[in-house]
Every structure is written in structure tokens, then in C-alpha cells.
């Protein structure tokens, strides 16, 4: 027979019985003050509401001919009127040259590049703008030496007015930290004025008060900046027309454009780039108050090279060849297969029995509107008819309309120009027709910046290196100055001097009987 319970036993299981009961209320209320916590700081970080739209992103509106005459659809809180977009061009036309840069423009290349040139040719810290430890699965790769990319694939949100992009993992993989990265979202992340947005992974306690979706999208999006270099035509393709080629070419246009810091000069200019890559509205992200939700959602852009691709590197191997296609294509121009325009005409009179005299080929004159200009015109044109050649004389502005001076362009055999951003347009050339690169004296970029480029592009690559006597620069400061004598010593001082000097000081006069040869060669090339 078992005993009965004593009173002190009693008391004691009794008083166990509280402590525990007053353990459980205490962690109860731990755990709500730890949830409100949670709850104020992460919904006052995030504006949270309960209205959801759910979008098939409005495609841009308009057939291809409207495409050619209106920029895409721009989406924001406040929509930019088309009176904004022209009047952005107005007041730049005079900063924005084709060939030219603006004076913040050549400061920012510059301090860009003699940053390069600091580092060795290498880029900064490729992880010193991470603010938290990786995530089970990384979302960012910070480890190219030109950009930072991150691409979140699953339960992606996009708040512009916060510039912040928000990643809900699946319960599963959630974790109690989360991570936190700063993108600049362009193609060069040494570029100052680009601003960061941040790139999240919730924490398992952020994912239960992550802000609602106001609107959801079935097609992926791309955050991207269109401002840094990009006045200049060449960055303008180097920076973001090509890297965003690269980036968004195998969605065939099912993709939508979130822009950070939104040029709309720029959407006016390349509006028929833009239109194909993306079949949906510009969203002007600055500006935009909603959180938008994406399956899938890519921040900055790859980039391989300046102004250049590495097919290897891109999910269906496109190549520079591929682009200038893909250019051509989009503007409408001839199909590449018929030949160069001079050939193309011979052989069509040919056949039909028409015309007596055979076309000469075509070789359009570009003259830079500031520096690196040609100073004898005239004579150059001469010496170009004098060779056999009908001469067109172009000096692009900026309110030039891509869609005609394309047409322009692909009516010539030869694009002749400075070495300088105006030469971006051999795009617009057809196969086996030729650049004509003018290289000034000093100057040593010419094959990295536009003639391996050429060569990818099934273009023929002529260069004419000037000599030092038809430099500007023999006239201003004589043959004993260093830059003259001994540019190289130049050179080896930085690139503050090397740019003051050859590239803006620098105009050309070109000694049309040294030249005579090159163009000679140049016109049996195009026969052969």
C-alpha cells in the first residue's frame, strides 16, 4: 500500500506548478513584444498596403511604323509628358554631341579611367559593399571586376521610392539573419553618380511583415541605370544598349525595364532598342510608389568588355556580329545579304540593263562638332573624290533621328572618321563594308575601342595613324615639346595629362599626300 503525499511534497510540486505557469505567461509576452519590435521596424522601413493589381505588364502600345516615331510607354507615379521628353533634348543638344561629351561627362570618364589606370587595369572591392553575411543560396555575385549583378528568381518585390528590391525566400530557407547588398545597377560600378539600390533577403521574421504586392507581373524585370556616360553615343552603347542586349535579349522581349534615374532623352533617342528588347512599359522606378511583385527580377546589367561581347558568356552566344544584325534588323535596313551598297548597285544595273555608269563606292566624312575635328575639310574631300570615291561630309548632332542617319549610313561603304564616338555608328554598316579610323597623334585606344570591334562585326578595319606634323599640337607647341618628341613621357605622367592633351586640345590636318596610299588601299580592298 502506498503512502499517502506529505504536505511539504505537496507544496513543493504546487509551487513548481506556478514557476512553470509564470515561465510560460513571461515567454508569451517576450515573444509578443519581440514580434511587435519586429512588426514596427520592418513596416516602417516598408510602406504596407492590402490593394493588389494583378498585371500582365500593358505591352508598349503601337505598331513597329509607331515605334519609329514614339519613344515607349514611360511608367511612374507621375508620368513623364512628351513636352518633358522634348524639352530634355532641347536643353542638351548642345552637351550632348554625337562625338562629344559634356564637361561632367569627360570629368567622369576620366576620373573612371584614371581610376583603372591606378588599380592596373583592375577594379576596386568587389565585396566591400556587402553589409551582411552571404545567404544560404546568394541571390548577388559581386565578383566581376566591371559590375554587380544580382538575379532572384521565386517571391521578388520591387519598391522604387525606397530603391530597394526585397526577396521572401520559401519558408524553408529561410534564416534568422537575412543578407544586404548595395548595387550600383549599371554596367560600371566605378561610376560615382550612380546610385545604389539595395538588394534584400528577408529574415524569417522580415518575411512575415514583408510589404504586400499593389500589382503582379507575369514576365521578369531588369533594374538598370540610364545615367553615367551615356550623353556619349559610344557609352551610351557600351554601357547600357549592349550590356542590356546581353542581359535581356533571350527573354525575346517578354521582360520588363525598371529605371532607375530615368533619361528621357535617352528613351527618345534609342526608343526603337528599347521598344524590341521590351515589349512592356518603362517603369520610371524613382518615382514609382507600388510594390511590385516579379517571379523573377535581375539588378544591374552583365557586361563582358567596352563596347564589346564575349559569346561564351551569353546564354544563346550571341556575338557583336549578332548585334549589329539584331540593329539592323530593328531599323529596318536592307538585308544583309545584298552585298555593300556600290556592288549592290552595280549588279542590279547589270542585270536590268540600266544605267551606263558604274557607282563609285560611298564613303561618308564624320567631323567631330568639337576636339579631334578635321581642319581641312575641303581638302580631305578632295583627296577622297581624287581616289575614286563619292564623298558625303556629316556632322551629326544631337537631334539627329537615328532612323534616318541609319538609312544614310547603310547607303555607304565607308564610314571615315577621328577616332571618337561618332564611329559607334558602323552598327548601321553592312557586311564588309569599311571604318576608316583617323587616329590622332598620342592616342593608342583605337583597336581596343573600336577596331576589334569592327573585325567581330565582319566589318573591314582600316586605320590612318597620323604623323605628328599634322597634329595641331606641332603647330601650338613645336617639335621639341615632350608631347611631340616623346609622348610616351606624356603618357607615363597620368591620364589627366594624356586626356588634356590628345584628346582635347588635339584637332587634325590631315597631309592628303601621305594619305593618297591609304585610300588607294582601301579602294581595292572594297573591290576584291
Known amino acids: 500500500m502506498m503512502a499517502a503525499d506529505s504536505p511539504s511534497s505537496s507544496s513543493s510540486g504546487v509551487a513548481r506548478r506556478l514557476a512553470h505557469h509564470h515561465q510560460a505567461v513571461l515567454g508569451l509576452l517576450l515573444g509578443l513584444f519581440v514580434s511587435l519590435v519586429l512588426y514596427t521596424t520592418v513596416s516602417g522601413q516598408f510602406r504596407s498596403t492590402n490593394t493588389i493589381v494583378v498585371l500582365q505588364s500593358t505591352p508598349a502600345e503601337g505598331t513597329e511604323q509607331n515605334a519609329m516615331t514614339s519613344p515607349p510607354p514611360v511608367s511612374s507615379a507621375s508620368s513623364v509628358p512628351n513636352n518633358s521628353i522634348q524639352g530634355s533634348v532641347h536643353d542638351n543638344k548642345e552637351k550632348y554631341q554625337l562625338g562629344q561629351t559634356v564637361d561632367a561627362s569627360d570629368k567622369m570618364e576620366g576620373d573612371l579611367t584614371r581610376q583603372e589606370l591606378d588599380q592596373d587595369g583592375r577594379y576596386g572591392n568587389n565585396g566591400s559593399n556587402v553589409k551582411h553575411g552571404a545567404?544560404?543560396?546568394?541571390?548577388?555575385?559581386?565578383?566581376?571586376?566591371?559590375y554587380d549583378i544580382c538575379d532572384i528568381s521565386g517571391d521578388a518585390r520591387a519598391i522604387g521610392l525606397n530603391r530597394t528590391i526585397l526577396y521572401v525566400p520559401p519558408a524553408d530557407e529561410r534564416d534568422t539573419g537575412g543578407s544586404e547588398w548595395a548595387i550600383k545597377d549599371q554596367s560600371r560600378k566605378l561610376l560615382v553618380d550612380i546610385i545604389e539600390v539595395k538588394v534584400k533577403t528577408l529574415s524569417t521574421a522580415q518575411s512575415l511583415v514583408a510589404p504586400e504586392c499593389t500589382s503582379r507581373h507575369a514576365v521578369p524585370a531588369v533594374v538598370f541605370a540610364m545615367n553615367g556616360l551615356t550623353g556619349n553615343p559610344w557609352h551610351g552603347f557600351g554601357d547600357v544598349l549592349i550590356p542590356l542586349f546581353i542581359t535581356t535579349r533571350a527573354y525575346d522581349g517578354e521582360v520588363q525595364f525598371l529605371v532607375t534615374e530615368l533619361q528621357p532623352w535617352f528613351v527618345d533617342k534609342y526608343r526603337l532598342i528599347l521598344a524590341n528588347l521590351s515589349r512592356y512599359d518603362i517603369v520610371d522606378f524613382n518615382k514609382d510608389d507600388g510594390v511590385r511583385c516579379y517571379p523573377h527580377i535581375i539588378v544591374g546589367l552583365h557586361s563582358?568588355?567596352?563596347?564589346?561581347?564575349?559569346?561564351?558568356?551569353?546564354?544563346?552566344?550571341?556575338?557583336?556580329?549578332?548585334?549589329?544584325?539584331?540593329?539592323?534588323?530593328?531599323?529596318l535596313l536592307p538585308q544583309d545579304g545584298q552585298g555593300i551598297p556600290y556592288k549592290e548597285a552595280n549588279r542590279k544595273n547589270a542585270t536590268t540593263g540600266t544605267g551606263t555608269e558604274k557607282q563609285k563606292p560611298r564613303l561618308m566624312l564624320i567631323n567631330r562638332g568639337g576636339?579631334?575635328?578635321?581642319v581641312n575639310i575641303p581638302e580631305i574631300s578632295a583627296a577622297v573624290q581624287a581616289a575614286g570615291f563619292e564623298v558625303l561630309v556629316e556632322e551629326p548632332s544631337f537631334e539627329v533621328r537615328l532612323e534616318e542617319f541609319s538609312r544614310v549610313v547603310d547607303s555607304c561603304d565607308v564610314l571615315m572618321g577621328a577616332h571618337g564616338a561618332a564611329l559607334t555608328s558602323f552598327f548601321f554598316l553592312r557586311t564588309n563594308a569599311a571604318m576608316l579610323q583617323v587616329v590622332p597623334w598620342g592616342v593608342d585606344t583605337a583597336m581596343a575601342y573600336f577596331g576589334v570591334q569592327a573585325k567581330e562585326m565582319m566589318l573591314q578595319d582600316v586605320e590612318y595613324n597620323i604623323a605628328a606634323e599634322e597634329s595641331t599640337l606641332y603647330e601650338k607647341y613645336g617639335k621639341d615639346?615632350?608631347?611631340?618628341s616623346d609622348p610616351e613621357s606624356i603618357h607615363r605622367q597620368g591620364w589627366e595629362l594624356t586626356r588634356q592633351y590628345f584628346w582635347l586640345e588635339?584637332?587634325?590636318r590631315i597631309n592628303v599626300t601621305r594619305f593618297a596610299p591609304v585610300l588607294h588601299h582601301l579602294l581595292q580592298t572594297l573591290r576584291g
Open 506 to 508: 588635339q584637332d587634325i
Open 135 to 146: 545567404p544560404r543560396k546568394p541571390i548577388c555575385d559581386l565578383s566581376d571586376l566591371r
Open 371 to 374: 576636339n579631334r575635328k578635321f
Open 304 to 331: 563582358h568588355r567596352d563596347l564589346g561581347i564575349d559569346p561564351a558568356r551569353t546564354p544563346r552566344n550571341y556575338s557583336m556580329l549578332d548585334f549589329r544584325m539584331y540593329i539592323r534588323d530593328i531599323f
Open 481 to 484: 615639346h615632350p608631347m611631340i
